[in-house]
């Protein structure tokens, strides 16, 4: 039986995250937009909701993913808007989240800034961003940024990466290889 989850992720860009997050086997579904959470963090910022088939990809994956797609250890002037967040929807995620987060800061020189919050609120993105990598791949935008975090995927998560999605990149490393 599939075992369907979900989880909120906020850390640069939505175009790049939800690119990202697409583009993994087992991610059902995933919503652009704003979250807010609660307190001192109850601003809406750019994050992404991610709809998950467990059996297929883990939650801690997706977890390693998120650190690596964004600058998780980086407290810039942009965090308001781009918060650097995992977003919980049960007391148990956020424990899990938690103890995953310890057990990944090895894989960083410098200490993690991702923040566990309890989710919130969402607020979608107008439709016409949504979808935003993949129905404008050649925009100079989305070759300069999202691109590499695709292309990172490619080699550090090409277990959980959908191949075909990402094919376009595969063949233009390919040719560059052959071309020098």
Request: proline share 4%; aromatic share 4%; charged share 10%.
């Given at each position: 039986m599939n075992r369907s989850n979900k989880i909120a992720l906020g850390g640069g860009c939505h175009w790049c995250?939800?690119?990202v997050f697409?583009?993994?086997k087992g991610v059902l579904k995933v919503k652009?937009?704003?979250v807010a959470?609660?307190?001192a963090n109850s601003e809406f910022s750019e994050a992404v909701i991610v709809y998950f088939d467990e059996s297929k990809i883990p939650l801690s994956i997706l977890l390693e993913v998120h650190l690596h797609t964004h600058k998780s250890t980086s407290n810039h002037s942009m965090r308001t808007k781009y918060r650097s967040a995992v977003y919980t929807f049960s007391e148990d995620q956020n424990n899990i989240i938690n103890s995953y987060l310890e057990l990944l800061q090895f894989q960083f020189q410098n200490k993690l800034i991702?923040?566990?919050l309890p989710f919130d609120r969402f607020?979608?993105?107008r439709e016409q961003i949504q979808n935003y990598y993949y129905?404008?791949?050649e925009k100079p935008f989305c070759e300069s940024f999202i691109n590499p975090k695709l292309q990172m995927l490619l080699n550090k998560f090409s277990k959980y990466t959908d191949q075909n999605k990402l094919k376009h990149l595969k063949d233009e490393s390919?040719?560059?290889k052959y071309s020098e």
């Open positions: 995250t939800e690119a697409q583009s993994l652009q937009g704003f959470s609660i307190g991702t923040q566990v607020r979608a993105s129905n404008n791949p390919r040719t560059t």
